[in-house]
């Protein structure tokens, strides 16, 4: 949805700066382009990321979709270079620019659709993040959780929120430029949109780095996943546990205190069904757990980190 509807504004954005002149047209133009560009790739990335694992790679393909954002980055970078350079040139030798109307509607349009756009990301983030909102609440809430969605929806969110507030500098930039004597506020409201085109490059490339090198998953997600461990009757305690992040799927290694005097088979039984209640979770793709005896002394604590607990062992 997003990059069709990206296609369609960089089309309208690119016939109305043509016929006036706009610095600032030109500039929303060259970010719905790149926001068209990237986010086709990250559709590609995010459609080979849900491929099942393999033999040759036996944890799946989550991280591809890092792979495609940081292209994606590249993309954003140049465009926003090319932004820039724009709004300088326009600085050192300001354009009138003509066609007010057609300018005038054109943005319109690109705030609508892209902050319609925009909202759809953010439902998409309660969604993933599994929290509850309705209505004007959506706003809030995705923005507290963004930090836990998928990647893809992460750089559409990003990238939608410089896109509709670029087009918003943007008309305001046409309307100065048609009806003040103020000139330079055309290269001055292109080199705006230009850097903020180089802070989603460098948010969506710092995040998709970590994702690459891979990262621990959010602090919920780590509570929720222990809480469910510890809500099985026969398990006393978790010994160690590490969940990883690749793209939107986690990857769980824990070691589980059972309770004493268990047989063998029975503590297999156990492992099992604590496995199948966390793959029961379909952001949950890998499960590895190992099962002790219970040592009657308390190990993990949800609501402490992991690092302060071993810290105190210590």
Not at 251 to 275: C, N, Q, S, T
């Amino acid at each position: 949805m997003a990059a069709l509807g990206n296609v369609l504004i960089a089309i309208l954005k690119g016939v109305a700066a043509a016929f006036s002149g706009s610095g600032p047209m030109f500039a929303s133009a060259m970010h719905s382009v790149a926001d068209a560009v990237n986010q086709g790739f990250v559709f590609t990335g995010s459609v080979l990321a849900e491929r099942q694992p393999t033999k040759r790679f036996p944890s799946g393909f989550g991280r591809v979709v890092n792979i495609f954002c940081m292209v994606a980055v590249i993309v954003v970078t140049i465009m926003a270079y090319e932004t820039i350079r724009e709004g300088y040139h326009l600085l050192r030798h300001p354009v009138h620019a003509t066609n007010f109307w057609l300018n005038f509607i054109v943005l319109a349009i690109a705030i609508i659709v892209d902050g319609a756009i925009l909202y759809k990301a953010m439902k998409e983030i309660v969604k993933e993040t599994k929290a509850e909102a309705k209505g004007p609440a959506v706003w809030g809430v995705a923005l507290r959780n963004v930090g836990r969605a998928a990647p893809p929806t992460r750089l559409v969110f990003y990238e939608d929120v410089v896109a509709t507030s670029g087009a918003v500098l943007a008309l305001i930039a046409v309307i100065i430029g048609e009806f003040t004597a103020f000139a330079a506020f055309d290269g001055i409201s292109t080199m705006l949109i230009g850097f903020l085109m180089v802070g989603v490059a460098f948010k969506v490339g710092y995040d998709n780095m970590v994702g690459l090198i891979g990262v621990a998953a959010p602090k919920e997600v780590e509570t929720a996943i222990a809480d469910l461990i510890l809500a099985d009757p026969d398990v006393r305690d978790i010994n160690k546990m590490r969940i990883v992040q690749e793209g939107r799927a986690y990857h769980v290694d824990a070691y589980l205190e059972l309770r004493k005097g268990l047989m063998l088979a029975d503590a297999d039984d156990i492992k099992f069904r604590v496995r199948d209640k966390l793959l029961a979770n379909p952001d949950v793709t890998d499960v590895t757990l190992g099962i002790i005896e219970d040592d009657e002394v308390r190990t993990w604590k949800s609501e402490e980190p992991q690092q302060e607990i071993e810290q105190e062992k210590k």
